[in-house]
């Protein structure tokens, strides 16, 4: 086994290859060792190990058959020399000192060679230029390019399967970046409930409701009820109370099951969702891949939980930033923040916008503290596939149609000084709008 070490493979992974037997050339599981073990290295790194040592795996779906058929990482560079293609190619599992030129013919990775091609037609048409039908070799430029694109995509790809792998919710994330080559965010860990910071406790909730039925049959009212409110649900799960009014959902003491239909935003984001990158110098933004039916619950904000007092603190360095993820729990008290900068979910990346189709609502549900509020988006209207989802970072709520006018969604605001003459730098607005306010505070 000292060639695996040699390749500087993890403990992990030479503990899953010495729990088989070497015989023949090929690695046999030993039936008396439990081979589930947990592995750092991906199936496809074990692969490539495999291919390189010259070893079948069944178990790793390496046989005799294709132990010679190697995999294609990414395209590199491409020319056209007699009408045949030939294309740089970067090896999955090999150094780039080991990239060869291969005729289209020995490809067999469409998806790959068509996206090249997008990239390319892409790359040629930033530069004003066409693909001439004999190119030795494209420009230097380009072809650095492609490179980097590819190598973007792949960063990307292994983004949106490690949030996929963190959340815990049904709808899945899918993230493109088709603008410019920026990469994943740095410092950025998705989160799915709040991360709650120093000096700050959330009390758990003493009683639940004794409904057999919460939505027709609630015994006191169920836990809105108790608490003397609404319920806030119809049978589809759509909100069917005034914005500024709270939610109460059922708890973990409650008689009900994981079914009841007063258990809407604790059952997390259910549609597709996609993380994209705006082409109108926005940054990222959210946009949902699933047709989203008119006061259904959408997601949740989350992030860390602090003091204003800090919250004032991070404010001040987020403006001179040009950016803040601040988001004031004011139902009824300014006492805390929740900070989305470092620790969020996929609410982290959407976008203001002065006509919104997502709307703030107070929940609570384990945590029944009023200063301590949940903040759920549910949709003001029909949101279609493809739509961007975006709320109002300086949402009012009418006090005409609210219960309470203390939920406001001061997002972002925190950052100022209250009572000093000392300005809050202004934000230019690029929702694009026709109601739009022109800067975002």
């Avoid at 010259?54 to 390496?62: A, E, F, T, V």
Wanted: glycine letters at 6%.
């Amino acid at each position: 086994m000292t060639a695996v070490k040699k390749c500087g493979y993890s403990d992990n992974l030479l503990v899953f290859f010495e729990s088989k037997l070497h015989f023949n050339n090929e690695y046999l599981l030993l039936s008396s060792i439990d081979c589930t073990v947990c592995c750092k290295s991906t199936r496809s790194n074990l692969q490539d190990l495999c291919r390189l040592e010259k070893l079948c795996c069944p178990s790793l779906g390496i046989t005799k058959k294709n132990l010679s058929d190697f995999e294609v990482e990414y395209l590199c560079d491409y020319k056209k020399i007699q009408d045949e293609e030939f294309y740089l190619v970067k090896w999955r599992g090999y150094p780039d000192s080991d990239n060869t030129w291969e005729p289209r013919k020995n490809l067999r990775c469409i998806s790959i060679l068509k996206q090249f091609h997008r990239d390319l037609e892409q790359a040629l048409i930033r530069r004003g230029s066409k693909l001439k039908k004999n190119m030795c070799l494209l420009d230097q430029g380009i072809s650095n390019y492609l490179v980097q694109k590819a190598k973007q995509r792949r960063a990307l790809q292994h983004w949106e399967y490690e949030l996929n792998a963190k959340r815990n919710h049904k709808g899945r994330i899918v993230v493109e970046n088709e603008v410019d080559l920026d990469g994943p965010p740095r410092d950025f860990v998705y989160i799915n409930e709040y991360k709650v910071g120093e000096g700050i406790t959330l009390n758990q909730v003493a009683v639940g409701c004794e409904c057999s039925d919460c939505l027709s049959e609630a015994a006191g009212g169920c836990c809105p009820g108790t608490s003397h409110h609404k319920f806030a649900y119809n049978e589809l799960g759509q909100v069917k109370i005034k914005a500024g009014m709270p939610i109460y959902e059922c708890n973990s003491r409650c008689n009900c099951g994981i079914d009841c239909p007063n258990r809407v935003v604790q059952s997390g984001i259910r549609y597709d969702l996609c993380i994209f990158r705006t082409d109108n110098g926005r940054g990222w933004g959210v946009r949902t891949l699933e047709k989203i039916r008119k006061h259904s619950f959408v997601m949740e904000y989350v992030g860390e939980i602090i003091t204003s007092e800090e919250a004032e603190r991070r404010g001040q360095i987020y403006d001179r930033q040009g950016a803040t993820y601040l988001f004031d729990l004011d139902y009824v008290e300014d006492v805390y923040t929740v900070d989305a900068a470092y620790y969020g979910n996929i609410s982290h990346f959407v976008n203001h916008s002065c006509n919104p189709n997502l709307q703030v609502y107070n929940v609570f549900i384990e945590n029944l503290d009023e200063r301590l509020p949940r903040i759920a988006f549910f949709a003001t209207r029909s949101i279609r596939t493809g739509e961007e989802l975006t709320f109002d970072y300086n949402m009012q709520v009418d006090p005409v149609n609210a219960e309470s006018t203390r939920m406001d969604s001061n997002f972002g605001l925190v950052g100022s000084l209250a009572g000093s003459p000392k300005k809050r730098m202004r934000i230019e607005c690029k929702c694009g709008t026709e109601s739009c306010r022109k800067y975002l505070f």
